[in-house]
């Protein structure tokens, strides 16, 4: 179709910015020519800054955020090691189910879908662990299935707290380069992402940021690996080539997105996720539904789960939203499918985008049979956005200007 524009609201992938479609639209490159390190080696270095860490070293995987879960877990820990974890969502969940997998003992809190990781009962369990027979704590920050983001920062005053070494893991799949995340504050020692959420690209690099402790931790791991292996990655990228063959058009992406988080500067790009999401918010509650996120600390600035009354079904809100407004919202997964469906507010996003994705949901709502008033969310969220931005500094044209 040539008319107008699709719309893309899923929380990954994400929209990617015609800058970075443009810079990965080249001829095949020479993945071992002379000067492929001068595209290479400053991404690792950018990476870090993207992880808020001086003190960790960056891996990247050709994979998805998945293989970046396995790549953490297989280059640190062992067969048998006792872990513990929550799940809260479908993302949760599945990094629980490749634990076991992989043979780790999970001691998994379950918690209701709608909250996130436990804090008091992570801090009950590590001081119980007096013959410290747990070796990493895991924290999904952000529940992309439910919109939840929970307190990695808490965590870590868990552990301190108990005075316990174990590691700290945390899938940031869906927040790191969108949400809050400071690695070397909140000394987090294994990061995982993916390319396709907050880095506006394609699906297909899985990337690690990895603490010196866990890779002191590494030295002792025993579990196999091989493709996923830290060594030989780490080997090769400190020349600024890759063991194997690497995506160079992602890598080219990466570039062209990395400059332009850091042209609008990493904490305008966290601002700007929260003054989003919150125009979002607003547009829910002015229908009059809820979000999945029982509690406001745990509303995620990346993606709104919507909870649908009862006697609507999202899957066909979703649908409707497809295939009469050729607009894309993501659906309720496993527990809550039917349920919620989801507006993703992370990446290549503005004030105006975010209004479509309300017009278009309340449409669909309405064809689903929902009873709200049309372009009522809408107005709470244009509200919110105009007030913001006319206080000033959140005008782009004039923080350009
Ligand atoms: C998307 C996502 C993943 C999975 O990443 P893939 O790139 O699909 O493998 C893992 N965790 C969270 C929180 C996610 O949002």
Redesign the pocket.
Known sequence: MNNGTTHLFV??PTNIPEPVRRAMNVPMQDMRAPDFPELVLPLFADLKRIFRTEKGAVFLFPG????A?EAAISNTLNRGDRVLMSRFGQ?SH??VDMARRLGLEVDCVDVDWGEGVPVDEYRRRLHDDKHRKIKAVFV?????ATGVTSDVAAVRAALDSADHEALLFV?G???IGSIEFRMDDWRVDLAVT?S??GLMLP?GL?ILAVSPKALDAHEQSKMERCYFSFEDMKAATATGYFPYTPPTQLLLGLRASLDLIFVEGLDAVIARHHRLAEGVRRGVNAWGLSLCAKEEKWWSDTVSAIVVPADIDAKQVIAHGYTRYRTSFGAGLSKVAGRVFRIGHLGDLNEVMCLSALAAAEMSLRDAGTRIEAGCGVAAAQEWYRSEINRGTNSPCERAA
């Open positions: 929380p990954g998805s955020g998945t293989g879960w993302f599945l990094w999904t920050h952000n529940e992309t899938d799949v869906s927040s993916g396709q959420k699906a899985g």
